[in-house]
């Protein structure tokens, strides 16, 4: 979307998405910045409790908002939207949380690491301290099964996706594309590269919520031994709770 869509960052654009629909965007930029905007901005339409409001589901720098429309219409929301923005009175954000998953990095379990560390002119080791000693940001839960997007990918590892993606990934997969990473819920295909794999469980759709972690956290993956990888198998990531 073109900067002039967005004569003001600070302020949010809101556009009309169907008939039960709102997009609400902030500036284009990726920026952990505007993330947290956007999250606070969703916390405070969350504890608003504006009528025919169904659904409130924030991304990285917008949030799509659902509604009922024979309770409310598009132009009443909107507009409390907007003033919700004007007000800045915003509901507090919690602390971030930081998870600390062991990984198991290179040979089987991750199948990138050599040719990551040859594009990036690092060796593998020197590829796995860089990766797994960084705190991520969560911007997002998304895509499928709480698919945990991260943020801050160090620039060196920072390659573009797969030509052809993989048709399977293991669950627990650990890897990137450009700045942003993931760790891999359930078994999948992918197109990016995966460098490491986590024995924790990310996703249990028995619980609700599914997964403990939520945008605002932070994610580590520090480098442990395959047997100490295998001892966290299907433990739940609340255990990784630092």
């Not at 709480?146 to 650990?174: I, K, N």
């Not at 609700?208 to 939520?214: G, K, L, N, S, V």
């Amino acid at each position: 979307m073109p900067e002039s869509s967005f004569p003001n960052p600070s302020f949010p654009s809101v556009k009309e998405v169907g008939e039960n629909a709102l997009l609400v965007e902030y500036e284009p930029a990726i920026r952990l910045e505007v993330n947290r905007k956007l999250r606070l901005l969703a916390l405070a339409l969350d504890h608003s409790s504006l009528p025919g409001v169904t659904e409130i589901v924030p991304a990285y720098r917008s949030l799509m908002l659902y509604f009922n429309p024979e309770q409310t219409s598009a132009a009443e929301l909107g507009r409390a939207i907007r003033e919700l923005a004007k007000q800045d009175r915003f509901a507090a954000e919690s602390a971030s949380r930081l998870f600390r998953i062991p990984t198991v990095y290179g040979a089987r379990y991750g199948p990138d690491l050599e040719r990551v560390a040859a594009a990036a002119g690092l060796s593998p080791d020197e590829v796995v301290q860089l990766f797994s000693r960084q705190q991520y940001p969560v911007y997002c839960l998304g895509f499928l099964c709480c698919l945990v997007y991260l943020g801050g990918v160090p620039e060196p590892l920072q390659l573009p996706r797969l030509a052809t993606p993989r048709t399977f990934l293991p669950a627990g997969s650990v890897g990137f594309a450009g700045a942003q990473g993931v760790v891999l819920p359930i078994d999948q295909p992918s197109g990016w590269h995966y460098i490491g794999r986590t024995f924790v469980s990310m996703y249990d759709p028995a619980q609700f919520p599914p997964t403990p972690i939520c945008p605002g956290d932070l994610v580590e993956c520090p480098s442990v031994s395959e047997d100490e990888a295998r001892g966290w198998e299907r433990r739940p990531l609340g255990d990784c709770l630092s």
